[in-house]
């Protein structure tokens, strides 16, 4: 049996401008387990998942109650680990015929001299209205970004190493577990183990999981059903196919879709293997080729 690494966008499991609530998150997942279980039959099964809504709804909570100070976003990632995936584990154990389903607690190893704490671009949290910029920077202390016609507070995105639990990983796909791991991209920590005041890009780790335990296939799902060629103009065509060359000048750090088609262009270099993108909704029909992309050696 084949290994595959999926990696669930932070959309498969709260919708933009949706509530933060915990009925919003378990509807979402519960949508979602079904395509995921006809995976599992199929593959051995590695499940990565965003936190972004989830950690920024964490840190909101955190500044509530003043009386300590803030926990670390280190701390917070590794919180919203244990609260997604044992919600994954939830519905994902109530689908027919699933096999056993575990949530991993993961660790990234980063580089403290990342250029990234230099220039904050990660989105985490929810959106705000743009005129609420100056009130948020001053209160928090936060540093915001524009995403799309709204605005969230950006942190430190440093590039991921090393998946420190990956042989722990490999062992429990070989005993035929689904394996839900390096949520929110994993708990940024430096060689020595030590927390990183961070946020991993989810799709950064899954591409480098799936090399470290070599994996046949590496799916990002998104809220997008493909690359597309020419977004947004009456000329857009979804790209069904490419090689890594061939999209290079959509991998861009653009904080949508380039960051994706670098992830999944990386494993494909490295490994001559191939990655799909496309959306949750149309999973059987990407890995089926009919939708979303598959970027191939």
């Not at 605005?151 to 430190?156: D, K, M, P, T």
């Not at 796909?173 to 689904?178: E, I, P, R, Y």
């Not at 920590?189 to 946020?199: D, H, K, L, N, S």
């Not at 994706?260 to 799909?276: L, M, Q």
Request: glycine fraction near 10%.
């Amino acid at each position: 049996m084949k290994t595959l690494v999926v990696a669930l966008g932070g959309n498969a499991l709260l919708q933009r401008n949706e509530a933060l609530t915990v009925e919003n998150q378990y509807r979402n997942i519960a949508s979602a387990a079904p395509a995921l279980a006809r995976l599992a039959q199929h593959y051995r099964l590695a499940i990565v998942h965003g936190n972004g809504p989830q950690v920024g709804l964490l840190a909101l909570q955190n500044l509530a109650y003043r009386d300590v100070a803030p926990w670390p976003l280190d701390v917070l990632v590794a919180e919203s680990q244990g609260m997604i995936g044992s919600m994954l584990v939830t519905c994902l154990r109530q689908q027919p015929g699933m096999p056993q389903v575990v949530s991993v607690m993961t660790r990234v190893r980063v580089s403290k001299d990342d250029p990234a704490f230099l220039d904050p671009e990660k989105f985490i949290g929810p959106v705000y209205a743009p005129e609420q910029q100056a009130a948020l920077e001053k209160e928090y202390g936060w540093q915001m970004k524009r995403d799309g016609q709204y605005l969230r507070r950006v942190v430190a995105s440093p590039h991921p190493l090393k998946i420190e639990e990956s042989e722990a990983i490999s062992q429990l796909l070989n005993a035929g577990q689904v394996v839900i791991c390096c949520g929110g991209g994993g708990v940024p920590v430096t060689t020595q183990g030590e927390g990183v005041e961070a946020v991993i890009d989810k799709d950064l780790a899954a591409a480098l999981l799936a090399e470290q335990i070599d994996a046949d296939g590496l799916v990002i799902l998104t809220d997008a059903d493909a690359v597309y060629e020419n977004w947004g103009t009456p000329t857009q065509r979804a790209i069904r196919e490419a090689t890594p060359d061939a999209l290079a000048s959509f991998a861009k750090n653009d904080g949508s879709m380039g960051p994706k088609v670098a992830a999944v262009s990386g494993f494909v270099r490295r490994k001559g293997k191939p990655a799909w993108i496309g959306a949750l909704s149309r999973l059987d029909e990407t890995l089926a080729g009919t939708a979303g992309t598959c970027i191939h050696p």
